[in-house]
């Protein structure tokens, strides 16, 4: 998510983050009302209504219409349908962590892990062994074809038991096999 997106997602949760905004919203779901009519119903002065409907005016969450004198205000539906398509989803809430659940844990699980270029220990962890891979998939260039006696070698520079991670990042797809000959599969996504 880049950075105008959040911004205007932080802005609609701070204008969201008010229990009278909110319980406003809830009677404007309903009905269309004055300030008058919302400052009986909430037990609150009519400048402090006012004062909360211009947030959610800002934030395009309520709609006035003026009958003469008086103001009234009804829920944009509209408004909340869209931001409840672009801000909403379980694709946009996963974006607000890219790059540091990526970048960062899988930074402090190699540190965590190796002494300087060695791995300590295999993980049990299913993602911290998938961190792992990654990283032993990293020491192999990709468009370079290895001899399995070349793998063995790279490997054992980390680890001594290199067979076990050669059947890792072949069954992981992180490394590829025919005949003897090893090679780096590209990740999904990436243009390597």
Avoid: C
């Avoid at 962590?97 to 300087?116: A, N, Y």
Wanted: charged share 30%; proline share 3%.
């Amino acid at each position: 998510m880049g950075q105008e997106e959040l911004k205007r997602m932080l802005d609609f949760f701070k204008g969201l983050a008010d229990e009278n905004r909110l319980k406003m919203l809830g009677l404007l779901a309903n009905q269309e009302y004055s300030v008058d009519e919302l400052a009986t119903l909430l037990n609150l002065k009519p400048p402090t209504v006012s004062h909360h409907l211009t947030k959610l005016k800002t934030l395009e969450l309520v709609e006035m219409q003026a009958e003469g004198n008086t103001h009234f205000y009804r829920l944009n539906t509209s408004t909340l349908s869209a931001v409840n398509k672009l801000l909403l989803t379980q694709e946009r809430m996963a974006s607000l962590v890219d790059g540091i659940e990526g970048d960062e844990w899988e930074k402090r699980v190699i540190r965590d892990l190796f002494d300087g270029a060695r791995l300590k220990a295999v993980p049990t962890n299913t993602k911290k062994r998938a961190v792992v891979l990654k990283w032993f998939a990293s020491q192999f260039e990709y468009g370079m074809r290895y001899q399995e006696a070349e793998v063995n070698e790279i490997i054992k520079r980390h680890h001594p038991d290199w067979a076990f991670w050669r059947r890792e990042l072949v069954g992981a797809r992180l490394l590829a096999r025919e005949r003897g000959i090893y090679w780096r599969i590209p990740e999904e996504g990436s243009k390597s």
